[in-house]
Every structure is written in structure tokens, then in C-alpha cells.
């Protein structure tokens, strides 16, 4: 019998369904003998011992359904060794709740904070397999993540739509996208997008360039600029504050950036000016068909992990082959823009403004 743990953990995404399928397939098209387990609700499902017994039927009608079959929480890393409020050891709790099933494998469907509890519980001894998940696209050790192509699709679709009405009207537009601390949607939207001014928190901006912007379109008679903002688009005097000042500064926001940098560039224009904040729609619905494909590899090649008898690392995206990348690499780190990358100089030369 071989016998197997899904979970699915951190924010959701679209085509976490898909790699759960592409993993439960292969391992029902390849042995006679598995039992998947499904931990529900994140790692919440390991710690308080929750999960469902899925049969092949379960993994039928849901390649193309968006969110995740199993539900997910934020289990933060950095809380991992502090008791759950009933006074579990956390660590200890998922150890027990996969011996309890007699596990052979956990496969777990995570961003960067995921994959570094899941690389714990490998060093703790159980036999893990990460799929690289998330909209942001910002774990280490891999090209894309799944999520990612659908959420440009959907951020790209509402800077089209917010240019339409922009233009009617000759408004500035702030549409703010998301990416707290890495700005890769926001960055492939905005180019997507033909954005005028993309913000992001890779590149601190300068109010001063944008209000600028503005003004050379406006004498250009564009009559409207559309500003992409990521989610923690950060200005130059903002970046040169100490980290606690700052992350202080941003805790008493009652609104969020997008606000915020229209009503600076109000104050120094009087220009009209509009927000959009497409929000969590960039990870819901249906996945893209990329995303699809995707998902769908990297869960053949975990179940192919599973198979050989072969752990602890995640399955990546590298030059759009498949690989495997040890987790302890990908663990806890994030993989920023480079503000000097190819795609970034492509943009300036092409007269995007990245206020920088
Ligand atoms: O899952 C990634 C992400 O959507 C980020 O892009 C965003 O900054 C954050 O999650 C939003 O988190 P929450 O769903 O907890 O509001």
C-alpha cells in the first residue's frame, strides 16, 4: 500500500486543483495500491489531525476549478515553534498525524513561507515533495509559479478595461496590483497593459517622476495616464526610512497604496484622478490553460518523486523544463525583480516610468 498526504497551504491560487489532480492520476495510473489523504484547511489539517480519505472520483471535474478542493490557511514559519492556542506543539502534531496515517509521502502546494515549514517537517524526518505555488511568482529556485500566468491575465484585463474609460474621460488612473514585496505581476500586467508609470517595490519611486510623466502626456495631448502600483509600490523617502519606521508607517495605512499615491499626485496637480483595485480577483476563478499544463507537470513529476521513493525537494520551472530544486535552497527566500534585468531596461527604453 502506498499511501499518500495532500495539502494545500498559504494563499490560494488557480490551478492548485490542477497539480492535486496531476498528482493523484499518476499515482492511480501507475499503482493499484494508493490511498491519498487530504489535509484540510493548510497545515491546520496536519497540526489538529483533519483530513478526508479522496477516491479517484474526488480528482474528476476540477483541471479547470479555481481555489483549492482542500482549503488553506497561513500557518506563518516564524510562528511554527510557538503552541496553537489548545497548547499543541505544531511540529509535533503533524509529526504525529502522519504516522498516524502511516504516511509514505506528504506532497504540499506552497509559496516561499510554506515550503520553508515543509522543509522542517522533511529535516523532522517525513518524506515531502513542495509544488511551487503562488500568483506573485516569487519562490526561489523557480522560473514561474502556477497561479502566476492566470493572475496577469486577469490584472491585464482590468488595466484594459480601466484604459478604455481613462481615456474617454482624460483621468489619471492608480490601479493597484498585487505583489506586497515582490512586484512581478505588476511588472508583466503593466507592460501587458501599456502602462504608462509601473510602481514597484523592487524600485522606489520618486513622486516627482511620476507627477512629471503626467505633465509630458498631458502636453502630448494623451489626455489620460494609467499608473500601475504594486501592492507595496514604496516611495524613495519611504525606502530610506529604518525597516520599523516604516513597517510602523504602514501598519496605521487606513488605505491602501494606491490611495495614497493619487492623493499625493492630486495634491501636487489638482489633476482628476481615479483608483481601481482588482484585489483578490487576480487569484480567483478559472486557471488559464498554462496554468493548467503546468500545475499538471509539476504534479506528474511529484507523484513521480513518490514513486521512485525520492523527497525533499520542489518541482521548478527552469528555461520551461521541468526540474526538481532541493527545498532547503528554495526555503525562506524570495526572488525579487532585479531592477536591472532585461525585461525592466526593455520597458524603460520603450518609455515605461518606473519613478526610479
Ligand atoms: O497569495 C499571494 C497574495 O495574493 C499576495 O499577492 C497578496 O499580497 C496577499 O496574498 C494577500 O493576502 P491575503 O489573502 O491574506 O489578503
Given at each position: 500500500?502506498?499511501?499518500?498526504?495532500?495539502?494545500?497551504?498559504?494563499?490560494?491560487?488557480?490551478?492548485?486543483?490542477?497539480?492535486?489532480?496531476?498528482?493523484?492520476?499518476?499515482?492511480?495510473?501507475?499503482?493499484?495500491?494508493?490511498?491519498?489523504?487530504?489535509?484540510?484547511?493548510?497545515?491546520?489539517?496536519?497540526?489538529?489531525?483533519?483530513?478526508?480519505?479522496?477516491?479517484?472520483k474526488d480528482f474528476s471535474g476540477i483541471l479547470t476549478r479555481g481555489g483549492t478542493m482542500l482549503g488553506t490557511s497561513r500557518t506563518p514559519f516564524k510562528l511554527l515553534d510557538e503552541p496553537t492556542p489548545e497548547g499543541l506543539n505544531k511540529v509535533d502534531s503533524m509529526k504525529a498525524t502522519y504516522k498516524e496515517l502511516q504516511l509514505d509521502a506528504l506532497v504540499m502546494g506552497g509559496g516561499n513561507g510554506s515550503t520553508k515549514t515543509a522543509n522542517r517537517l522533511y529535516e523532522e524526518g517525513l518524506n515531502v515533495i513542495a509544488l511551487p505555488k503562488t500568483i506573485?511568482?516569487?519562490?526561489?529556485?523557480?522560473?514561474?509559479?502556477?497561479?502566476?500566468?492566470?493572475?496577469?491575465?486577469?490584472?491585464?484585463?482590468?488595466?484594459?478595461d480601466i484604459h478604455t474609460t481613462a481615456s474617454s474621460h482624460g483621468r489619471v488612473f492608480v490601479i493597484e496590483i498585487m505583489g506586497h514585496k515582490v512586484g512581478w505581476i505588476p511588472l508583466y500586467a503593466g507592460i501587458a497593459g501599456g502602462a504608462d508609470v509601473i510602481l514597484l517595490p523592487e524600485i522606489p519611486y520618486d513622486l516627482n517622476k511620476v507627477v512629471k510623466t503626467i505633465e509630458r502626456r498631458d502636453q502630448e495631448d494623451h489626455r489620460f495616464t494609467i499608473i500601475v502600483a504594486a501592492e507595496g509600490a514604496i516611495s524613495k523617502e519611504d525606502a530610506a526610512l529604518p525597516k520599523k519606521k516604516y513597517k510602523k508607517k504602514i501598519a496605521g495605512r487606513t488605505m491602501s497604496v494606491a490611495y495614497e499615491i493619487a492623493d499625493d499626485i492630486f495634491q501636487a496637480t489638482g489633476r482628476e484622478i481615479r483608483v481601481a483595485v482588482p484585489g483578490h480577483t487576480?487569484?480567483?476563478?478559472?486557471?488559464?490553460?498554462?496554468?493548467?499544463?503546468?500545475?499538471?507537470?509539476?504534479?506528474?513529476?511529484?507523484?513521480?518523486?513518490?514513486?521512485?521513493g525520492e523527497y525533499g525537494f520542489m518541482v521548478a520551472d527552469k528555461g520551461r523544463e521541468i526540474v526538481r530544486v532541493p527545498m532547503s535552497e528554495v526555503a525562506g527566500r524570495l526572488k525579487y525583480i532585479d531592477p536591472n534585468c532585461q525585461l525592466v531596461n526593455q520597458a524603460k527604453t520603450l518609455g515605461i516610468v518606473f519613478g526610479d
Amino acid at each position: 500500500m502506498l499511501r499518500v498526504g495532500m495539502l494545500t497551504s498559504g494563499g490560494d491560487c488557480q490551478a492548485l486543483n490542477a497539480a492535486l489532480r496531476g498528482v493523484a492520476k499518476t499515482l492511480y495510473n501507475e499503482r493499484d495500491d494508493v490511498e491519498i489523504y487530504g489535509f484540510l484547511n493548510g497545515y491546520q489539517g496536519m497540526i489538529y489531525g483533519k483530513y478526508k480519505k479522496l477516491r479517484p472520483k474526488d480528482f474528476s471535474g476540477i483541471l479547470t476549478r479555481g481555489g483549492t478542493m482542500l482549503g488553506t490557511s497561513r500557518t506563518p514559519f516564524k510562528l511554527l515553534d510557538e503552541p496553537t492556542p489548545e497548547g499543541l506543539n505544531k511540529v509535533d502534531s503533524m509529526k504525529a498525524t502522519y504516522k498516524e496515517l502511516q504516511l509514505d509521502a506528504l506532497v504540499m502546494g506552497g509559496g516561499n513561507g510554506s515550503t520553508k515549514t515543509a522543509n522542517r517537517l522533511y529535516e523532522e524526518g517525513l518524506n515531502v515533495i513542495a509544488l511551487p505555488k503562488t500568483i506573485d511568482n516569487d519562490t526561489w529556485g523557480t522560473d514561474y509559479t502556477f497561479g502566476f500566468d492566470s493572475a496577469i491575465e486577469i490584472a491585464t484585463k482590468c488595466i484594459d478595461d480601466i484604459h478604455t474609460t481613462a481615456s474617454s474621460h482624460g483621468r489619471v488612473f492608480v490601479i493597484e496590483i498585487m505583489g506586497h514585496k515582490v512586484g512581478w505581476i505588476p511588472l508583466y500586467a503593466g507592460i501587458a497593459g501599456g502602462a504608462d508609470v509601473i510602481l514597484l517595490p523592487e524600485i522606489p519611486y520618486d513622486l516627482n517622476k511620476v507627477v512629471k510623466t503626467i505633465e509630458r502626456r498631458d502636453q502630448e495631448d494623451h489626455r489620460f495616464t494609467i499608473i500601475v502600483a504594486a501592492e507595496g509600490a514604496i516611495s524613495k523617502e519611504d525606502a530610506a526610512l529604518p525597516k520599523k519606521k516604516y513597517k510602523k508607517k504602514i501598519a496605521g495605512r487606513t488605505m491602501s497604496v494606491a490611495y495614497e499615491i493619487a492623493d499625493d499626485i492630486f495634491q501636487a496637480t489638482g489633476r482628476e484622478i481615479r483608483v481601481a483595485v482588482p484585489g483578490h480577483t487576480q487569484r480567483g476563478g478559472q486557471p488559464c490553460a498554462r496554468d493548467r499544463v503546468f500545475a499538471t507537470q509539476v504534479g506528474v513529476e511529484a507523484a513521480r518523486g513518490v514513486l521512485a521513493g525520492e523527497y525533499g525537494f520542489m518541482v521548478a520551472d527552469k528555461g520551461r523544463e521541468i526540474v526538481r530544486v532541493p527545498m532547503s535552497e528554495v526555503a525562506g527566500r524570495l526572488k525579487y525583480i532585479d531592477p536591472n534585468c532585461q525585461l525592466v531596461n526593455q520597458a524603460k527604453t520603450l518609455g515605461i516610468v518606473f519613478g526610479d
